[in-house]
């Protein structure tokens, strides 16, 4: 098996003391089809 790397953007809603910020989070998956490291 040869391992894979892929990139993908989540985004969402941060919250702090009571303001909300729009954020994009970038979500890395590395590994192959036994395991799968998440960063």
Known sequence: ???R???TVVS???SLD???F???NNV???GDDA???VI
């Open 18 to 20: 009571g303001q909300d």
């Open 28 to 30: 890395w998956l590395v």
């Open 1 to 3: 098996m040869t391992a």
């Open 35 to 37: 395991e799968v490291l």
């Open 12 to 14: 969402g809603v941060f």
């Open 5 to 7: 790397i892929e990139k």
């Open 22 to 24: 729009d954020v994009d």
